[in-house]
């Protein structure tokens, strides 16, 4: 089971590459999208598995929209075969993957929504020094 869905991918796409892929891939076209959602979820699994067992049972939404942004590069690029369309999406999910694995923190990809706590309402602060350094914050 994929972490993300076809329409999620799909809503990562602009407008009319989705329609050119619908219209060029036919029949084909959830199928050719739920490949590459398998294989952006091996990505994404194998990021993870350095910090946090996987698969992971309920994933967190930020899991879910770099399993997307993956998704939605691998299969633009085989698309078009022109990578800078999608190239931003994929670089944001591999440094989101990354942040979370160096933040180890595990409330970031819980697999049970309930383990939250009332008294933090959802928010989570604070990250460890190795995350958000000069070198990292200079990117941005």
Known sequence: MSYCSVDDVVHEFHPTLRVNMERDYGDDYEDNIARHIEKAEA?????????????LSKPSSIVISAECK???YF?????????EILQDKYEIAK???????????????EEDNDAVQSDTHGVFYGSGSQVFTTDELAKW
């Open 75 to 83: 299969a633009g690029i085989a698309y078009s075969e022109k990578d």
């Open 43 to 55: 990505f994404v699994n194998a990021s993870l598995a350095r910090a946090y067992s996987v698969p």
């Open 70 to 72: 993956i998704a939605a």
């Open 95 to 109: 440094e989101i993957l990354n942040n979370l694995v160096e933040a180890e923190n595990s409330a970031l990809v």
